[in-house]
């Protein structure tokens, strides 16, 4: 899901360029109408699939003059504290996730 720029991990750089890859894979789709003209488009996606499936969602309805669903399973976790920082679970993920894609 991520666009930010490079990380060193063990002295290698790290990209995270997953957003690019899926607005390209939709650039794909709508050249070869497939995406566009659809009746009813569902995205489905399980742990944290879903949870990327529920951030995409605005941009793929966007995409589609149908009917738009989201099926995300398992995407509910525990809300635990991580007392080394003593943010929560979620907290940790959502500022992960907004650093990957920034």
Known sequence: MGNAD???FKRQKMYFRGSQNVKEAVN???KINFLK??????MV???NSGVA?????DYFKSQTSGSFRVIADATVFLNS???ENNQTVIEDRMRQIQQFTL
């Open 6 to 8: 490079p990380i060193v």
């Open 81 to 83: 504290l991580n007392y």
């Open 37 to 42: 003209n659809r009746e009813e488009v569902v």
């Open 45 to 47: 996606g399980s742990f």
């Open 28 to 30: 794909y789709l709508n």
């Open 53 to 57: 499936a529920l951030q995409w969602s």
